[in-house]
């Protein structure tokens, strides 16, 4: 068994992602010590309805902890040199509890759920200046509107807000609240700036936002940043550490690939696809469909702040875990990759995997998934690689927009997440893109985010440049073979295809968006 430098400390990483949860711990040179991950229940009531179990989300954050806290001390390794616990989260999954019990009122309402369809069509239809004051374009995708639907469709919720009882958070509120014992309240930055409540130049709660939405501000939490203290764990595993580190998971993502710098990108392809491209310190409007988001802040409230453009893709892994649950295609994850690499090309199959409407840069709640192409000839080899083809097709279509709004060419894509262990995936994005694509070789890249901005707070690097400055594993690169013809026609196919994906809620409704 190696011996333990003396001089060694770790950091713990919370990924409390959509399916599954990871404690992660890490060394100050950024190498993954060790870890582990359970994946949990997915809750669907209704069709386009997606919930989690609340008590759920941090039962298994602690189950995680324990395993990969008891997996370091089998190696020889000091569980007390962890300086401190950082945490990243699913963005927009909003939960509300009873501020006196800390019981929950209702199950999570996950990001991906579409049943604010309704809602948010009443919201666009009235005069407002949303997207100019926080970033982001009224949809089901974001917090606010579940928060509405949740305060007018759940008579318990009804009441406890009344009565000044009821709070509203995401999963970082929820994690954080809990872990600390109801001590600490609060919301990082990232997260806040994906509630659609938020402004986006003054981060603070926007009072005009809060008024549009009828969301009391008595029932949210303290906007804090990325990288400062928020409080201590109470009880269970991690009793005794600090918490001192909180991203959006995308955020934490853009800061494990080292996103420091303006131009810099990435694209973590997930339960989703998002792709971040590094701006500044101002926020940039977006003309072409995409958000306006805060990338991270290090060194509290006052401290620097990047922000980023980004697009957002509703489905990505989730269309592998479709093709595996719901149809039955395939026996694991993996196992799309195997088929899709026995065909050369989809057969003219398109899958445009819209199952909650289109995300950027389209941004259309009436499209629904779509398979279209079918002929005899079609096998599940050809719908297995249109199910990569997807998620490389939407991300150049959000890239491009990118480039445009930000002028800022790019040369290479920085590639994480589970699909990412895909190499069919990896070659199709780069032929479609026509760039390299940089698939980073240690895959957890959004819990060393967390880490990263948790180690900012307790000392263990001083700044981004000593961040940089480590010596992280060789990336893979993956190089574009299709040539410009083939590419540009390629994508005016699948640009044919969303098309065609759109409007059908006008045609097809499920059951309304009614009461609990």
Known sequence: MPVEPSTTCYIGAIDAGTTSARFLIFDEQGTLVTGHQIEFKQLYPRPGWIEHDPQGLVDVVNECAEAALRKLGLMGREVSRIKAIGISNQRETTLVWDRETGEPLYNA?????ARTDTIVRRFKAKEHRVQERCGLPIHNYFSAVKMYWLMHHVKAIKQAVREKRAVFGTVDSWLIWNLTEREAFVTDV????RTLLMNIETREWDPELLKFFDIPEHALPRIVSSSEYYGTVRSGPLEGLQLTGCLGDQQAAFV??????????????????????NVGDKPVSSGNGLLSTVGYQFGGKDGPVAY????????AGAAISWLKDNLGMIDKPADVDTLAAKVSNTGGVMFVTAFSGLFAPYWRDDARGTLMGLTQYTNKCHIARATLEAMCYSTKAILDAMVEDGNVPLKRLKADGGVSNSDVCMQIQANVLGIQVERAVMRETTGWGAAIAAGLAAGVWENTDAIRKLQLETAELFEPQWNTSDRERNFDVWQAAVQRSMGWTDIYTADDDGDV
């Not at 303006?262 to 491209?277: D, H, I, W």
């Open 109 to 113: 309402i996950v990001w991906g759920d």
């Open 256 to 277: 494990g690939q080292r996103c420091f710098s303006t131009g810099e990108a990435k694209n973590t392809y997930g339960t989703g696809a998002f792709l971040l491209l």
């Open 308 to 315: 980023a453009l980004e697009g957002s893709i509703s489905v």
């Open 190 to 193: 990232t997260n806040a700036s």
